[in-house]
C-alpha cells in the first residue's frame, strides 16, 4: 500500500507543472484588468494574499527568499505583498532592502504582467522562466540549488538577514525573553503536530489516543532534552514547541526557558486579532539567537524545517536527533 502510495505522489507531482500552468491562466483571467499596460520599472511580486495554500511560516520565508534571489538574478525589482491572515509588517520590517508596496501599486494590466504559481515546484521551471513582463509569484519552498544564486554568491541566511528584522513589537517581545533568559543558551525544538490532542493542523490530524502512549512519547522527549542539558551544564535551553501540554512539562525543568505564548497554525487561521502569530515569530527569531539549535524527532513526530531554517536565518549550527 505504502509504494503504491509513493507512485501516486510522484504521478501528480508530475502532473504539477501542467495543472499550475492551468492556475496561472485562470487567474491571470480571474484577477488581472483589460486595461492599458503599466508603465514604469519591471515589478515582481511574491503575494501572500490567501487564494492559494501558502504553508507556515517557514515555507513563506523559503518562498520570499528564494524569490529575492530570481529577482536579484533578471534584474527585477523584489516586492513582497503578504496580508494573510495578517501584515508580514506586523512582526518583521525591511532591513537593507525595501520590499514594501501598497496593493494599489501592484501592476495588474494583463497585457503586461504575468502569473507565476509555482507551489511545491522544486524549481526548474522558474529557473527558465523569461519575460519582460511584471510578475506576481507564489510559492513556497527554497529553490536556491535549483537557480544557483551567483553572481550573489549569499547563502540562504545572510540573503534572509538582508531582506528581514524584527518590528518594534517582535523586537519588544524579544528582549524580553533574551532578559529571562539571561545569557547564551541552546535551542531545542520539538514538533508533535496533533499528537498529543493540543494542536490544530488542518488535515495533519494524527493523535494518539492511548493516554499511557501520550505520557512515554513525553518522557522519551524529556529524557533526549537530559541528554542536551548533559552536554551543555552552563547554559539554559530554550525549548520550543507547538504542543503547550509538552511546554508545561518541559517547564519544570530549572534549566528549561520556555516562550508561552497563544499558537496557530498561519494556514489554517482566518484572522489574528490577538496577535496568535507572535510566537511562531519568537520561537524563529529566538532559535536563531541560541549557540547551537537542535531539533528531536521520536516515532512519528513531525521533521520540521522550521528549526533548520531559524538556525540558517541566525547563521547557528543544528543537529537532528531522529529516534524511531
Not at 551567483?150 to 540562504?156: A, K, Q, T, V
Not at 518522557?219 to 552536554?231: A, D, G, P, T, V
Not at 547551537?292 to 513531525?302: L, N, W
Request: hydrophobic residues 35%; positive net charge; contains cysteine.
Amino acid at each position: 500500500m505504502g509504494s503504491f502510495l509513493k507512485k501516486i505522489s510522484k504521478f501528480n507531482k508530475s502532473l504539477q507543472p501542467f495543472t499550475h500552468r492551468v492556475k496561472e491562466r485562470y487567474w491571470a483571467l480571474k484577477y488581472l484588468k483589460f486595461k492599458k499596460s503599466d508603465k514604469g520599472e519591471k515589478i515582481g511580486v511574491m503575494r501572500v494574499d490567501g487564494r492559494g495554500y501558502h504553508g507556515g511560516l517557514t515555507d513563506r520565508f523559503k518562498g520570499a527568499v528564494s524569490w529575492w534571489n530570481y529577482c536579484r538574478q533578471n534584474n527585477v525589482q523584489f516586492k513582497l505583498f503578504y496580508v494573510y491572515p495578517f501584515l508580514l509588517t506586523d512582526y518583521v520590517v525591511p532591513n537593507e532592502y525595501d520590499w514594501t508596496i501598497d496593493e494599489k501599486e501592484i501592476p495588474d494590466s494583463i497585457f503586461n504582467t504575468r502569473i507565476f504559481y509555482g507551489r511545491g515546484e522544486n524549481g526548474k521551471r522558474l529557473s527558465k522562466f523569461k519575460t519582460n513582463k511584471n510578475i506576481w509569484y507564489y510559492g513556497n519552498i527554497d529553490i536556491g540549488n535549483t537557480l544557483h544564486y551567483p553572481p550573489y554568491s549569499d547563502d540562504w541566511g545572510a540573503s534572509f538577514r538582508k531582506l528581514f528584522k524584527p518590528s518594534p513589537l517582535l523586537e519588544n517581545a524579544l528582549s524580553f525573553h533574551r532578559n529571562a533568559i539571561g545569557g547564551k543558551f541552546v535551542a531545542a525544538v520539538f514538533r508533535f503536530q496533533n499528537l498529543l490532542g493540543d494542536f490544530n493542523e488542518g488535515k495533519f490530524y494524527r493523535k494518539i489516543k492511548n493516554k499511557e502512549e501520550v505520557q512515554k512519547l513525553i518522557q522519551r522527549n524529556l529524557s533526549e532534552l537530559e541528554r542536551i542539558r548533559s552536554k551543555h551544564p552552563d547554559l539554559k535551553i530554550l525549548v520550543t514547541s507547538d504542543s503547550f501540554t509538552f511546554l508545561e512539562e518541559a517547564e519544570k525543568k530549572d534549566y528549561v526557558r520556555v516562550v508561552k505564548e497563544k499558537i496557530s497554525h498561519m494556514e489554517f487561521s482566518k484572522t489574528d486579532v490577538n496577535h496568535t502569530q507572535l510566537k511562531s515569530f519568537l520561537d524563529f527569531f529566538m532559535i536563531g539567537e541560541a549557540v547551537k539549535v537542535y531539533s528531536i524527532v521520536i516515532g512519528d513526530m513531525y521533521k520540521s524545517d522550521f528549526p533548520v531554517y531559524a538556525a540558517k536565518a541566525g547563521g547557528v549550527p543544528f543537529e537532528r536527533i531522529e529516534r524511531p
